[in-house]
């Protein structure tokens, strides 16, 4: 993907979030202003927790329909499924929370501060978030198509407008992008200009014969060992 059209996602999901907290703030004064710390706790965690859904899952739509766009106008020639998300994917995404903690312990200056409430608060986030990176993994998918590489898919991986070493990443990569391609016998590791991260497509060998004869025919160079 771009990095013009990565900062026009990030915008997005950062006006969402604002727009989020707008709403939220009014919960949360509410529930310290019942004097009960333990409850107001609870309050702002979740609050937490349900503002980096907001971030991840409005860029998540804001790539879904920028891809469909291009896939609606192409002949699709093979598709197939590009299974999980790596763990480095979803580092990004626990730094956020980590990130909250990180700074009250240097405000602080104490380890006091990282209460059992903040560590089940990051276990639970955690396991949300696998949960929900393994179920949208599933809808991950790659078109190779009349006029490129299409990436698409519910992608919960967070866009921030530098470029990134994503394996996958959502987008369109026209033909014109990709630079060459490597056959490892059962994958393909395509190289493209867009980003840092490979496109890398794993199939039976009837399936990456056809993905290697459609690259050849627009003009893609094999890669060597």
């Known amino acids: 993907m771009r990095n013009s059209m990565k900062t026009i996602v990030f915008i997005i999901s950062l006006i969402a979030y604002f727009i989020y907290l707008s709403i939220s703030s009014s919960f949360i004064n509410a529930a310290v202003s019942t004097g009960n710390l333990a409850f107001a706790a609870m309050v702002i965690y979740i609050s937490s927790a349900v503002g980096i859904l907001v971030v991840i899952y409005t860029q998540a739509a804001v790539k879904y329909w920028h ?3 291009p896939l609606k106008n192409a002949t699709v020639h093979v598709k197939l499924p590009l299974g999980k998300f790596r763990l480095a994917d979803r580092l990004l995404v626990y730094f956020l929370p980590a990130l909250g903690i990180i700074m ?3 405000q602080a200056r104490s380890l006091s501060v990282i209460t059992l409430q903040s560590m089940l608060f990051m276990i639970s986030l955690i ?5 929900l990176f393994y179920v ?3 809808t991950m998918k790659a078109f ?3 006029r490129g590489i299409i990436i698409r898919g519910i992608d919960l991986r967070l ?3 530098i470029p990134s070493n994503y394996h996958n990443p959502s987008g369109y990569y026209p033909f014109n992008r990709i630079i060459t391609f490597l056959d490892l016998n059962d994958k393909l590791l395509i190289e493209q200009s867009y980003d840092l991260g490979n496109i890398v497509l794993k199939g039976d060998t009837e399936t990456l014969k056809q993905i290697k004869a459609v690259l ?3 003009g893609i160079k094999q890669k060597k060992f």
């Open 127 to 131: 396991i949300i978030i696998e949960i």
């Open 104 to 106: 009250s312990v240097m």
């Open 67 to 69: 891809v469909s766009k």
């Open 216 to 218: 050849v025919a627009n």
């Open 136 to 138: 949208n993994s599933k």
């Open 159 to 161: 866009e921030i407008p």
């Open 144 to 146: 190779i198509t009349n």
